[in-house]
């Protein structure tokens, strides 16, 4: 009995709601044939007839699934970039183990190949250390990344590419290159800083004096050190200074060590 | 058939897609169904879509993709994504019923958006799988 | 199927205008949009052939506002009506909480009600679910025709082909002219979501 009348109320709720809607709306007509609702299901089923399935869906034209090849013109023969270009367009795409193996594999092919070639070979670096910190850091990488990873592939592309380029353009492309490389460096360092608080760093991390140190060797350092146990809560003031002041100190030697290898470029040309 | 999702298990998600994707610059997420009810909608604030209609669209998009798929002997695609001038989106399947619908623009990779998903997919496939068996 | 957020207090509700090629599904939810619009306040999606049929689905979705401390929700689609788009309709069934059938009055339409009525079912079916126990309305559309002197089905063959054994509630009604497009859509909500709340219980 409550239920029915639970039902009602439900009922003249949901009619009183879509009058209030529709307003007067349509009166039924004449012709109005309202058995009144019996939802009660049908014993009696028919049993469902079978018929071939007719997979015929007109196919609905959306934006298009495509794909951003950026493909050059005028590519030479024998280019020798072409593995490294088709690993950096599939990283744009799908990171997987794989390809950052291979990535990493192949720069390290041709940093062979161009070991007499100064400013080649500091592009090439610059690819190495994002290559292994996406490698390292994956999903964690900061999302600018990737980009940074296309641009120095495609100014490196302009410098193997452009015949006749001086010396004082290909450093310059690398200068602004190294410039994008060293801001996201810098953003990695304050994330760290920022989620410092959580993990207890220690100490004296050794700064190293190559200019091309990856950052992600500091960010593996770093992740391979444990926080001592039962320490759940927030990190003392002194702790989170002295990561702090361990951060500041390796951006400066890093900047320091980039300054040296610059001034030996220069000496070079 | 209907299913419900409480307070506790919503505010789980909201979450994981807002520090997975949303705090990564993603600019909407939502998760559908595949009937195309929204359970959840996310957005960085800059733009507001009608979701309503973009959910009701995706449903049907990767409904009749997946449809396509069939046909061509393939039991399920493994990437359905648009890629516009500005902006991108990105659909992604959670268990039978359940899809991601992410919105990004260029300053994200495909690449990388893939791999931020991935991670949310794993964990938000735990508070919906137990859905299935209702 | 339904969804009901807990956390925002809301249900959302999916209702398919089904049956044969240019039966007035569509028609019926552009008279609701152009009635209702200032009310409803929100857009309706289309997607068409250039012919002006039904490509893939209309939607229209509207809040009907509280109803025992939730918010209703409803999305009203339309299927496209031609027997090759069969793989859309199904799609488009997906999760579907109610129907309205809209058959097509004409003399001439007659089997095409039929067998798309059984399209319904078989589709429904898919889904594991019975054309029997689903909330269903039938529309009997196109009554403005017999104005014109088009031979139009009497009701009674109607409800005779058509709803001998779901027994449903029926309209004749006119689309075009929006006789009986509310009161179909009316019942049809009430039934859907009374048959929700049951469920949940």
């Not at chain 1, 207890?200 to 991390?205: F, I």
């Not at chain 2, 009701?56 to 039991?75: C, D, H, R, T, Y």
């Not at chain 3, 019975?130 to 039938?138: A, T």
């Not at chain 3, 082909?161 to 509630?169: A, E, F, W, Y």
């Amino acid at each position: 009995m409550a239920d029915k009348t639970k039902n009602n109320n439900l009922d003249s709720e949901i009619a009183k709601r879509l009058d209030d809607l529709f307003g007067e709306g349509d009166s039924a007509s004449d012709d109005d044939l309202p058995i009144e609702a019996d939802d009660n299901a049908f014993a009696e089923k028919e049993p469902p007839k079978k018929q071939p399935a007719v997979a015929e869906a007109d196919i609905l034209d959306l934006k298009g699934v495509a794909t951003d090849t950026a493909e050059r013109e005028n590519v030479p023969d024998d280019y020798p970039l072409a593995e490294l270009k088709n690993l950096v367009l599939s990283i744009d795409w799908e990171i997987t183990d794989e390809t950052l193996a291979s990535l990493v594999s192949e720069i390290d092919s041709l940093k062979k190949t161009y070991r007499k070639e100064k400013i080649v070979s500091m592009f090439l670096q610059l690819l190495a250390s994002l290559g292994q910190y996406i490698k390292t850091n994956r999903g964690n990488a900061h999302p600018k990344t990737f980009k940074i990873l296309n641009s120095v592939f495609s100014r490196l592309e302009e410098v193997i590419l452009t015949e006749n380029m001086t010396e004082a353009d290909k450093k310059n492309l690398l200068r602004a290159e190294m410039q994008k490389y060293k801001q996201l460096r810098n953003k990695v360092s304050q994330k760290k800083a920022a989620t410092a608080g959580r993990k207890v760093v220690p100490a004296a991390a050794r700064a190293d004096q190559t200019a091309t140190v990856a950052m992600d060797q500091k960010v593996e350092r770093q992740d391979n050190v444990k926080a001592p146990s039962g320490d759940a809560g927030a990190p003392s003031a002194a702790s989170l200074a002295e990561a702090v002041k361990e951060l500041k100190q390796f951006i400066h030697s890093e900047l320091n060590a980039l300054k040296q290898e610059l001034k030996k470029l220069q000496k070079v040309n | 058939m209907s299913y419900t999702l409480g307070q506790k298990q919503l505010d789980r998600i909201e979450d994981i897609l807002n520090q997975d994707l949303i705090e990564n610059g993603v600019r909407c997420v939502f998760l559908i169904d595949m009937a195309g009810n929204i359970i959840a909608n996310l957005d960085n604030g800059e733009k507001q879509h009608d979701i309503y209609s973009l959910a009701a669209l995706a449903a049907g998009n990767f409904g009749a993709v997946s449809a396509m798929a069939k046909i061509i002997g393939e039991n399920e695609f493994s990437l359905l994504f648009h890629k516009g001038k500005k902006e991108n989106i990105h659909f992604n399947k959670i268990t039978t019923e359940f899809l991601l619908i992410t919105i990004f623009g260029n300053d994200i990779s495909l690449g990388f958006l893939r791999l931020k998903v991935a991670d949310s997919v794993e964990q938000l496939k735990t508070i919906l799988e137990p859905l299935l068996s209702l | 199927m339904a969804f009901v957020n807990l956390k925002n207090k809301e249900i959302q509700v999916k209702i398919v205008y089904y049956g044969p090629g240019r039966g007035g599904k569509t028609t019926n939810l552009e008279y609701i949009y152009k009635k209702f619009r200032k009310r409803i306040n929100t857009e309706m999606v289309t997607v068409k052939t250039h012919g002006d049929r039904t490509l893939f689905f209309d939607f229209l979705p509207f809040d009907i506002g509280m109803i025992n401390g939730y918010d209703v929700k409803i999305q009203l689609y339309t299927v496209p009506g031609q027997v090759k788009y069969n793989a859309t309709r199904r799609l488009v069934l997906r999760g579907v909480d109610g129907i309205v059938f809209v058959a097509d009055a004409m003399a001439i339409r007659r089997e095409k009600n039929v067998l798309s009525l059984k399209n319904l079912q078989e589709n429904l079916a898919n889904y594991k679910k019975s054309i029997f126990k689903i909330p269903c309305v039938l529309q009997y559309n196109k009554l403005d025709l017999l104005e014109q002197g088009i031979p139009l089905l009497s009701t009674d063959i109607l409800e005779k082909d058509l709803n001998t054994q779901l027994k449903r509630p029926s309209f004749s009604a006119s689309a075009l002219k929006g006789t009986n497009v509310v009161a179909t859509l009316k019942k049809i909500i009430s039934m859907t979501v009374a048959s929700i709340k049951r469920d949940l219980k």
